[in-house]
């Protein structure tokens, strides 16, 4: 991940026009600012122009968490300590590994490489801080092309003007119904995200309420998102689906695995749940929504290749399960 103190704030000379629910306001901040920016509150001391600032601090660290948690198995972090900052990337790095920006930048050596082992969620980590020479640097590199004649001809020539087609006027605008039904998606769209991540690591025994605070904490889900996944698993904590889990053993959560497809290719996937009963395997993927006609036969091929692949494995016999879930229902697929 390079460039660790690149900050993505909106700049003080810019205008932010948005919306809040509670208290229902139309809120302006930046280089204009409305009254119900300064003098309306989302707490005794935190102003609505506030709100802005939130929002861009909650985006920076789901970027974060998405970047970091594509690793496969190391993460590469670029960044100059001397131009150090409790900013961006750098200001979600620092926090991970317990202290601030300048904390975090006296650890760098003047030369060569430093491993120290650092406690990161209970775990110590080796991390590595190594400080390499930049080359290059002040000299300027031309590349010309390879058709020199070409190269001389374009450089003769003269510039041609830049001449950009006026976009079409957008005419039709969305009805406010529409608009309404829009964001209702939206909202139901970051909490299905939600529970099927608690889903994936909850063992369908103990209270799932801190698994669901932490993994709230680490997407960023705002509190209705939160609330409205608390009231489904009371729901789904019932279903017997999850005590056929909660009974069984787990043989793996968000398993990695890669196999050869019907095309010859090798693949990577990552299934949601294996569990073991009775002598055999079953593969359990979870899926959002309802198990309509136009996309059922896709999940069945994809989870049976899923099976074929555990089977070879280990040789056990393998079934599957397509468990659709959401937040209005579910129903479960045997495949």
């Known amino acids: 991940l390079p460039d660790l103190a690149f900050a993505s704030n909106a700049s003080s000379d810019s205008v932010q026009l948005y919306t809040v629910e509670e208290p229902r306001s139309l809120v302006l901040a930046g280089r204009a600012e409305s009254f119900s920016a300064n003098f309306r509150f989302i707490a005794p001391d935190k102003p609505l122009k506030k709100v802005a600032s939130q929002r861009e601090d909650a985006e920076m660290r789901r970027l974060f968490y998405v970047a970091v948690t594509r690793a496969m198995t190391d993460v590469v972090f670029v960044a100059d300590p001397a131009h150090a900052r409790n900013v961006g990337f750098w200001k979600c790095v620092a926090e991970v590994m317990g202290g601030k920006g300048k ?61 950009l087609e006026a976009p079409a006027e957008v005419s039709a605008r969305l009805h406010p119904r529409d608009v309404a039904a829009q964001r209702s998606g939206s909202r139901n769209r970051a909490a299905g995200i939600l529970l099927h991540r608690v889903l994936e690591l909850w063992d369908g025994r103990g209270d799932p309420d801190a698994l669901l605070q932490r993994l709230a904490s680490e997407a960023a889900a705002d509190p209705d998102a939160v609330l409205r996944v608390r009231q489904r698993l009371a729901t789904v904590r019932r279903s017997p689906m999850l005590a056929r889990i909660a009974a069984a053993e787990t043989v793996g959560r968000e398993l990695p695995i890669r196999f050869v497809d019907t095309d010859g290719r090798v693949v990577e996937r990552r299934i949601d749940r294996v569990i073991r009963e009775d002598g055999h395997d079953l593969v359990i993927d979870y899926k959002s929504g309802t198990a309509s006609a136009s996309r059922l036969d896709d999940d069945r091929e994809q989870v049976a290749r899923y099976c074929a692949a555990i089977a070879k494995m280990t040789g056990r016999p393998c079934q599957g399960v397509l468990w659709y879930v959401d937040l209005d229902g579910e129903q479960v697929v045997p495949v």
């Open 103 to 163: 904390d975090l930048a006296e650890k760098w050596p003047a030369e060569g490489r430093e491993v120290h082992t650092l406690t990161i969620g209970g775990v110590d980590v080796p991390v590595a801080f190594e400080t390499v020479a930049v080359r290059g640097a002040g000299t300027r590199t031309r590349r010309r092309l390879h058709d020199a004649d070409v190269e001389a001809a374009l450089a003769a020539s003269p510039i041609v003007p830049l001449e």
